[in-house]
């Protein structure tokens, strides 16, 4: 990445904007994910919330999550870029956010998908990567 590519936490926070989302928990998941806050990360969960992360089994909990992020997400920066949320029967909102996810070794498309309470707390989100066979295969091997 040239330094010309480098956005700062600063400028990311100003200019997150996901086309089609204006819930501010799911904007502030991926603030708060890029800016390498995972406490504050977590904290948008319910004490309940659980959180799926590609190749992984589901970790629950706000305490759970904040450890997993701080192992697992240093060096990743999300770049959501279109979103949509509905309203399900259960007057739970669905959100799907796709976008990119960069590493130190790969860019690969992502899709987010959320489910906030009537508080606005994320009850579950998914990350899934959007990749052919192969592609993921290789993302395995590189772990």
């Known amino acids: 990445m040239t330094s010309a590519e480098f956005i700062s936490p600063a400028q990311l926070k ?10 501010t928990s799911i904007l502030r998941y991926f603030e708060t994910l890029n800016a390498g806050e995972f406490e ?3 904290a948008l969960f319910a004490v309940d919330g659980v959180m799926r992360p ?7 909990g706000t305490d759970a999550i904040a450890a997993y992020l701080k192992q697992e997400g240093q060096n ?14 259960n007057a ?3 959100v799907q956010v796709t976008g990119k996810a960069q590493t130190s070794w790969c860019s690969v498309n992502v899709l987010w998908l959320f489910i ?28």
């Open 54 to 60: 590609p190749f992984e089994s589901d970790i629950v």
């Open 116 to 143: 906030l309470n009537q508080q606005q707390q994320i009850l579950y989100t998914r990350i899934k990567l959007l990749a052919s066979p192969q592609e993921l295969l290789s993302l395995r091997r590189e772990k």
């Open 76 to 89: 990743i920066k999300a770049y959501p870029n279109t979103g949509i949320a509905e309203t399900l029967e």
């Open 92 to 94: 739970t909102i669905q």
């Open 40 to 42: 504050a990360t977590a």
């Open 14 to 23: 100003e200019e997150l904007q996901i086309e089609g989302i204006t819930e």
